[in-house]
C-alpha cells in the first residue's frame, strides 16, 4: 500500500496514526511524511531502539521486556499501544526486528520483524514479516514497507 493511500483512508476518516520504531529507525515515519499535508494525520512518532527506552517512553512493562524480548508480537502491541496512547492518534503503528547483519539477543533469523497495530475499541493486532533483502539496509527498508502494507 502507499503512503498516498495510506493517507487518503486516514484523511477520510478523521483518523491520525503515530508510529513507534524499533529496527527500522524512524523510515515508516519518513515514508509517512512524504505526503503533503501529512500533519494531518501523521503527527510523529517515538523511535526506541533499545530496550531502555520502549519502557521509559512507551510503557512497555520491564517484566514483558524480560519474559518476551524485545522481537516479538506482544512488544509489537506493547509499542503500539504506547505510542498511540502518547501521542493521542487514532491509530499506533509499531515494528520490531532483526535487521542484521547478525541476530542479536533475540536468537530469531535475521530479517524477522514484528508489526503491531493498535486502534480504537481494543483492537490490538501484532504480524510477523520475514524480509529476505539479505542485508541490514534492505532489511530495513523491506519491514518499513511491509508495516505500511
Known amino acids: 500500500m502507499t ?9 477520510a476518516q478523521g483518523k491520525r496514526v503515530s508510529v513507534a520504531e524499533a529496527d527500522t529507525c524512524g523510515l515508516i515515519g ?4 512524504t ?8 503527527p510523529g512518532g517515538v523511535i526506541a531502539y533499545t530496550g531502555g527506552l520502549k519502557q ?5 512493562s520491564d517484566d514483558l521486556y524480560q519474559t518476551k524480548g524485545s522481537v ?14 502518547l501521542t493521542g492518534t487514532d491509530y499506533g503503528l509499531s515494528v520490531t526486528g532483526v535487521a542484521g547483519p547478525t541476530g542479536g539477543r533475540s ?12 486502534g480504537p475499541d ?19 527498508r523491506q519491514a518499513a514497507q511491509g508495516a505500511l502494507d
Open 3 to 11: 503512503v498516498e493511500d495510506i493517507a487518503a483512508r486516514l484523511l
Open 30 to 33: 519518513y515514508l509517512l511524511s
Open 35 to 42: 505526503v503533503p499535508g501529512s500533519s494531518q494525520f501523521f
Open 56 to 60: 521509559k517512553i512507551l510503557g512497555v
Open 72 to 85: 516479538s508480537p506482544e512488544m509489537a502491541i506493547a509499542m503500539a499501544r504506547g505510542v498511540r496512547d
Open 107 to 118: 536468537g530469531l533469523p535475521i530479517g524477522t520483524f514484528y508489526v503491531g497495530l493498535a
Open 122 to 140: 481494543g483492537v490490538e493486532v501484532a504480524e510477523r514479516l520475514q524480509t529476505d533483502a539479505g542485508e541490514r539496509d534492505g532489511n530495513k
